[in-house]
């Protein structure tokens, strides 16, 4: 018997069905079923789940008639499962790597829990950034396996059906399946929620759900919208029944009734004819199963409670009607998130700007890393009157050293600190909504140099500009830059045909690296001590880049292999690019993942050697003078996907090796560090590491902060004069 039975229904999805299967196919955990219910034999994505089939055995195409819709073809799956747990996932979602090796170990220790919830990201289908709109609802969970009585709001009703994993023997024993109609998402976590008796939750992202062009139908007018009291109406019978608790029935009927108003909250939801009927009937269900002692809640919900309690469908109307006024007429505001929100950040936007204070932001929220950080540093030495906010996402508050202030993203002070900033840096864009006041400053400081293309370059590049989104409103936030930070006269140019734009440049390094020429040899050694590199080893960094044509973190290099072949005091620093940083670790044998430390830099300066693909660290670990492998076993693929804007072949920071076995032997005979390597580092050098002399900070602070003129701040130091942080191997000698 599988562990898992992955059911997936493919009904207008065929374009994008490989896609999902491939997600699944993929994951490193391989004890699984693959059910693809097809319209039909002859169906277009029919066609897609046989090519997988006949590829992998794992893969069992099943039918389900349209007319039946997605519950239907749920249904359908379930009846020829045979896993210990069910789990859903739509035809054009994908799950992301890991995601069932991440949900096996959660019921290893969780045990054989009913159903096990778990996070998934909303990604719109062009333009916007990716939610995560359970990981707020489970975090409010225990983190131990639980009964329903124990987390009373967690009903199931907000969540989707592919947000969770389920007990087959539960589903089966208890009679459980998709009921017929729409809505059938809502009615089936109803039903589960109330014949659950023990539950858990992961804390981690399991589903990429792709958010349709064409919107959900549940959220077109049409008589299908009626279904929502049946599925309503099934759920509250089903929990009576039951005998549910009052500490356990108010939460779920004051969630399937919240989601009764917000459709008859949108009139052109429900026919016009059937509007008062449908809050008619809503109001007597609602009288009929509203539990003892329930409460209202506040604000102007609490107030559609109270009106649909007594059925007065003209008072609900003439609510909803002032309602679509307030938010037509917030429109025309800034695009923070909710009325309130919007009307507060126009508030503060009308209010004098903060002269000290600052506003940094890393990575989209990640923490206090790279450029930024930096920066801050550097200024509370020669800036200390400033105040410092970092912006930071949901979840990654931990990232924070102590005693650096903070606001989670989406917040109202987050939009406060926005409006009030008279300074505002980040390494990579701010939110669509923030508005460039008058007098503000806005410091770009970008966070590598460029190999790869960039902003409007990706333009004639499918896969990346599909990710890329709208190019206008790319252009739109670069006409907020009034600074962008260069580490190099190639960036400089680059930049400007990426990003064009009225900013300056600003020609003084990364200050992210100015660490690299002040780092100390106890430095080195301390850092080495804490990433685990045993002593006496030669640590060899690998860090390959993002791929856009691939869905999750890959390498086709045995790193295990390599380190037997390279030598047997060679130890590898494993560093994921940022964007599969889940907080894991896959570190075994001579591999140390350091993909989750909160430092590239530290990671740099731990390295006796950098093995990268066409990452851009290769610039920054070129400061440090110490020897490049680049290791490009698919470089056409890449240079035909994402474009580049040099021949990294010919011109590389040091060897290039194509295959494992080329890079095994450049590490094994020593040419890794011979003089030709040191040769083509060294040319590397004079074209990349042209402002990176340790002071980029400090010229920035100068510039930017306290305003002295362009030929106050300190002048870039020779690469000749300059004496880079010591290796390890080095101190070892000495």
């Not at 590598?448 to 409007?456: A, E, I, R, S, W």
């Not at 000749?720 to 101190?731: D, S, T």
């Amino acid at each position: 018997m599988p562990r898992f039975s992955i059911i997936v229904p493919s009904h207008g999805v065929a374009g994008r069905l490989s896609q999902a299967l491939d997600s699944v196919l993929a994951q490193s955990f391989g004890d699984f079923e693959l059910i693809a219910v097809c319209d039909a034999p002859d169906a277009p994505a029919a066609d897609v789940a046989a090519d997988h089939a006949g590829r992998d055995s794992r893969v069992a195409p099943v039918h389900s008639p349209p007319s039946a819709g997605p519950g239907g073809a749920r249904n359908a799956g379930m009846r020829v499962a045979t896993g210990a747990y069910l789990l859903f996932l739509d035809g054009d979602d994908v799950l992301v790597p890991g995601a069932l090796t991440a949900l096996a170990a959660r019921l290893d220790e969780t045990g054989d829990v009913d159903v096990l919830y778990f996070e998934h990201e909303r990604t719109p289908w062009w333009e916007g950034e990716p939610t995560n709109p359970a990981g707020p609802l489970l975090a409010k969970s225990p983190a131990h396996a639980f009964s329903p009585a124990e987390a009373p709001h967690l009903t199931g009703v907000r969540l989707p059906a592919w947000s969770a994993t389920y007990r087959r023997s539960f589903v089966t024993g208890r009679g459980l399946a998709f009921p017929d109609g729409h809505y059938t998402a809502l009615g089936w976590g109803g039903l589960v929620t109330v014949a659950a008796e023990r539950i858990a939750v992961l804390r981690r992202v399991v589903v990429r759900h792709l958010l349709r062009r064409q919107g959900s139908r549940l959220n077109l007018p049409g008589e299908h919208q009626l279904d929502l009291l049946d599925q309503t109406e099934r759920v509250l019978v089903r929990a009576a029944e039951q005998g549910l608790s009052a500490e356990r029935s108010a939460p779920l009927f004051e969630q399937l009734f919240g989601t009764v108003l917000k459709t008859a909250a949108h009139p052109e939801r429900v026919p016009a004819r059937r509007r008062r009927a449908f809050f008619r009937r809503a109001g007597r269900l609602y009288r009929r199963h509203r539990p003892d002692g329930f409460r209202a809640p506040g604000g102007s919900l609490g107030v559609q409670h109270r009106l649909l309690a007594t059925g007065a469908y003209t008072a609900f109307r003439t609510l909803r009607g002032a309602n679509q006024a307030a938010v037509r007429a917030a429109r025309s505001l800034p695009r923070a998130q909710g009325l309130r929100t919007r009307l507060a950040y126009q508030w503060h936007l009308r209010r004098p700007l903060d002269e000290n204070l600052v506003v940094y932001c890393a990575y989209w929220g990640r923490g206090y890393a790279c450029n930024p950080a930096a920066l801050h540093a550097k200024a509370r030495e020669l800036a200390p009157h400033l105040r410092a906010v970092f912006l930071v996402e949901p979840g990654q508050a931990h990232a924070m050293p102590e005693g650096i202030d903070y606001a989670v993203i989406g917040s109202r002070r987050y939009w406060k600190v926005l409006a009030r900033a008279k300074y505002l840096v980040n390494n990579a864009n701010f939110a669509e909504g923030v508005v460039k006041r008058p007098g503000s400053v806005h410091l770009q400081t970008q966070h590598g140099t460029p190999l790869k293309t960039m902003g409007c370059d990706q333009s004639t590049y499918p896969v990346v500009a599909a990710a890329t989104g709208s190019f206008t409103k790319l252009l739109n936030r670069v006409d907020r830059w009034d600074y962008n930070l260069c580490s190099n006269r190639h960036s400089t140019e680059m930049w400007e045909r990426a990003f064009p734009g009225a900013y300056e440049a600003l020609e003084y390094g990364y200050p992210r690296n100015d660490v690299y020429c002040t780092a100390r040899a106890d430095d080195v050694a301390r850092i080495r001590r804490e990433l685990g590199v045993p002593e006496g080893s030669t640590a060899v960094l690998y860090a390959p880049t993002h791929r856009d044509h691939h869905t999750g973190f890959a390498t086709d290099l045995d790193l295990e292999a390599f380190c037997e072949a390279a030598g047997e005091d060679v130890v590898v620093l494993l560093r994921a690019h940022y964007f599969y940083d889940r907080g894991g670790r896959r570190s075994s044998g001579r591999i140390i993942d350091v993909t989750a430390h909160r430092s590239s830099e530290e990671v740099c300066l731990a390295a006796d050697a950098l093995v990268t693909d066409y990452s851009s660290i290769m610039f920054d670990y070129a400061n440090l003078d110490r020897p490049i492998v680049v290791y490009a076993d698919d470089w056409e693929i890449y240079r035909e996907t994402r474009g580049v804007y040099f021949d990294l072949i010919e011109a590389p920071p040091g060897p290039v090796a194509r295959t494992p076995q080329e890079l095994a032997r450049i590490f094994r005979d020593g040419s890794y560090a011979g003089a030709g390597s040191a040769a083509l580092r060294a040319a590397f050098r004079e074209r990349f590491c042209q402002f990176d002399d340790g002071r980029a900070a400090e010229r920035v602070v100068r510039r930017v902060f306290l305003g002295e003129p362009p030929e106050g701040v300190p002048p870039v130091i020779p690469l000749a004069e300059r004496v880079p942080a010591p290796a390890a191997a080095l101190l070892v000698r000495s």
